[in-house]
């Protein structure tokens, strides 16, 4: 017994029997892992919604709890460690979804919140100042942090959605004030928070995701937390308060002149703060920019590209979803891949798309659906 308080429990060890995670297909194969993520991802596009109002362009607050309760070893090698990777994954799918929206983040930890990144667009300083979070300090204050974001989020335009997702692993929370004035304020400001736990169902959360329209989960694993993630990269319904407004955007144009200037990107970081004659203009102020989407410090003009509107789009209108057929003799090749189908491939079942009737493999289902978005047997004939 003393030699489990020393070294931690058994369960806590690295020591996994990873043969309880194989399951049994109903063929009598044995279901590989990642034809289990595959059917998982299928289920969550089934589960998109069609012919909805959603909110394409998006301002979210990412909180992250960096308490003491985040080095617990549930997830390898700790809460904080496996949390931070999972989230530069979350950034780079999030604004590979929607380019045309930005991210925030905010630490909690020492019972105060701390802004680490504004608002912005850009992917690659997110990812930086992610990395280069460590150490796990006091107690989590759910009233601080979303104080901090209110702040911001409120002086957002009312025709994009905002949002807060708060990922904790705490059960308490260190607040100077009621609980229920930081909901009021989320609620009036048109807020919506939601929550991923990693320890244990908490009302206090439960609560406010519920009064501000978001969600609440508590992950079962590793995996099961990167599906919640990912469930978050699809924009959320548009709130009844959303103004429809027209926006007024700008294409800049990639440029190559022969003076040298520093992009408005990084004017105000000496590291990083280099002379460049390339990089992309902004059509009203001549201001230039190294990466596009972003909005302009000088004119604030949203700058962005005609492929960004486009990944956006589908969005709005969803590819309908094939029908699943029983392969049997003879079915042929797949109208993608052109692989042979095979009834080892996605349980015996093939997929139909209801335009062109060509048939698709189980992989190639996933793909169309979830990367290219439109359907390639109807784009060649």
């Known amino acids: 017994m003393d030699e489990e308080v020393e070294d931690g429990y058994r369960w806590e060890g690295n020591y996994e029997k990873t043969w309880e995670a194989l399951t049994e297909t109903e063929s009598g194969l044995v279901d590989s892992t990642a034809a289990s993520a595959k059917r998982e991802k299928r289920r969550l596009i089934q589960q998109r919604l069609s012919n909805v109002k959603l909110g394409v362009m998006r301002h979210l607050f990412v909180v992250l709890d960096q308490s003491q309760n985040m080095e617990d070893t549930d997830l390898k090698p700790c809460r904080f460690i496996c949390l931070k990777r999972l989230t530069e994954g979350f950034i780079m799918e999030f604004y590979d979804q929607n380019p045309i929206s930005q991210i925030g983040l905010i630490m909690g930890r020492n019972g105060k919140g701390y802004k680490v990144s504004e608002l912005s667009s850009n992917i690659n300083k997110h990812a930086s100042i992610v990395q280069q979070q460590s150490g796990c300090e006091g107690q989590f204050s759910l009233f601080n942090t979303l104080q901090l974001a209110h702040k911001t989020l409120t002086g957002m335009p009312s025709y994009a959605s905002r949002e807060v997702l708060l990922i904790a692993g705490s059960l308490t929370s260190v607040d100077p004030r009621p609980i229920q004035e930081i909901i009021t304020s989320m609620v009036e400001g048109n807020i919506r928070v939601s929550v991923i736990g990693l320890s244990a169902s908490v009302q206090i959360f439960n609560r406010v995701a519920a009064a501000t329209g978001g969600s609440y989960h508590v992950m079962l694993d590793e995996q099961h937390l990167q599906e919640l993630l990912r469930f978050h990269c699809t924009p959320p319904t548009a709130t009844p308060t959303m103004e429809p407004t027209l926006v007024k955007m700008g294409f ?49 003009l949203t700058l962005v590209c005609a492929p960004h509107l486009a990944r956006s789009y589908h969005h709005l209108f969803p590819l309908h979803l094939f029908k699943e057929v029983e392969m049997g003799m003879g079915d042929g090749r797949c109208a993608g891949c052109e692989g042979e189908l095979s009834a080892e491939d996605g349980g015996g079942v093939s997929y139909q798309c209801g335009e062109c009737l060509k048939l698709f493999c189980y992989t190639c289902d996933l793909f169309i659906h979830d990367m290219l978005h439109h359907c390639p047997g109807c784009e060649g004939s």
Request: glycine fraction near 4%.
């Open 252 to 300: 800049p144009p990639h440029t190559s002149t022969g003076a040298l200037a520093v992009c408005q990107c990084h004017v105000d970081e000496r590291e990083k703060c280099e002379l460049s004659t390339t990089g992309f203009t902004c059509p009203t102020c001549k201001s230039r920019y190294c990466e596009v989407p972003v909005e302009c410090r000088l004119c604030s």
